[in-house]
């Protein structure tokens, strides 16, 4: 028996895993094709070629249970010992779970006890972004960006001009984008400077980069493609936008 006869029985189950993982990770279309064309063969070239290297991706998410294992003991720590460095702990741990509300209340209060951190002003920033308080994650990453331009990788001084644009600041987002993305090659800052171009009618301009992002795109590595793939897709969308 070939070795095509070892995996047809099994031959719904691998296309089910491949369609699957296809539907929740969404990546090239191709992939489609293979899967539902060449069948079991097809389903296991998909499998080898992208879900297992998406497994190390995956490890994170074993992380949510010792991460909230931790949350638990921090509250029971800060309630008896509201130290700066226990709030800052357990805002992080909250952030990373997608606590936006329960973060910034944490970075609040560590920063009411001590005002010399420049993390926690960023990471407070962050989930202020998440929560669409745009007007005060503008103060605390004008103060970042005072503290250190290039803090995060310049990844807060994008954040910065993406959070002006969303207020309607259009000359001090248009002078900040145009300073990170002459030192940033980040896929999300481009992204939100594409999007803004494309906010203001600059089409052809916005056009131009969505087109780095995608020879960016072909030219990466698979696995640092697979962690970008979210702006690639968020940038499919905007192309397809601007082209309407």
Known sequence: ??????????????????????????????????????????????????????????????????????????????????SAGNLEELGALYLDDGSYSRAKECFDRAIASRSDSTDTFYRRALAEIELKEWTAAIADLERVVQADPKYDFYRALGLLAHAYAQTGQNEKAQAAFARVTAVSTSTEIQYYYAAFLASQKRDAEGREWLQRIQAKKRTMPSFQKRRERLWFRKAAGLSRQIAK
């Open 1 to 82: 028996m070939g070795f095509l006869g070892y995996i047809l029985p099994y031959g719904l189950i691998l296309q089910a895993i491949a369609i699957v993982h296809f539907i929740w990770r969404r990546p090239d279309w191709y992939w489609l094709f293979v899967i539902i064309f060449f069948g079991p063969l097809g389903a296991l070239i998909y499998i080898a070629v992208e879900v297992i290297p998406d497994a190390t991706l995956l490890r994170s998410s074993f992380k949510v249970f010792p991460r909230r294992r931790r949350i638990h003991e921090l509250e029971a720590v800060v309630f008896d010992n509201p």
